[in-house]
């Protein structure tokens, strides 16, 4: 025996225009989110293992001393960037699904 609800489902009703739009831009502000942070993650790693750093810095010239510092200074400061601008990309996410009832209501009336 065959049941008609398998046979031919019912899709339910289609996604609208706006709908549609209002999806397609949330997947894209999380995914550049999501890309943000892992860059977050990437220049994070760039940092030297702080046991490796120790022996570095025990066994180096001053010179190299201060090469190395400046090294993870540089790196903190791009991480401190990086992060920023992950921060604002999940905001402009959150903000987004947020407001997305108002911001679908709105684009009805266009």
């Known amino acids: 025996m065959s049941d008609n609800n398998s046979e031919n489902p019912d899709p339910?009703?289609?996604?609208?225009?706006?709908d549609s739009r209002w999806e397609a831009r949330i997947t894209f502000l999380r995914s550049r989110?999501?890309?943000?942070?892992?860059?977050?993650?990437?220049?994070?790693?760039?940092?030297?293992?702080?046991?490796?750093?120790?022996?570095?810095?025990?066994?180096?010239s001053p010179d190299e001393v201060a090469m190395a510092e400046a090294v993870e200074h540089r790196i903190s400061e791009r991480v401190i960037a990086a992060r920023q601008v992950a921060?604002?990309?999940?905001?402009?996410?959150?903000?987004?699904?947020?407001?997305?009832?108002?911001?679908?209501?709105?684009?009805?009336?266009?």
Do not use: C, F, Q, W
């Open 33 to 60: 989110a999501a890309v943000a942070r892992a860059e977050v993650s990437a220049i994070e790693a760039m940092h030297r293992d702080p046991d490796v750093l120790e022996d570095l810095l025990a066994n180096a």
């Open 87 to 110: 921060d604002a990309a999940e905001a402009d996410y959150e903000r987004a699904v947020l407001d997305g009832a108002d911001l679908r209501g709105n684009e009805d009336l266009d």
């Open 12 to 18: 339910g009703p289609k996604p609208s225009l706006t």
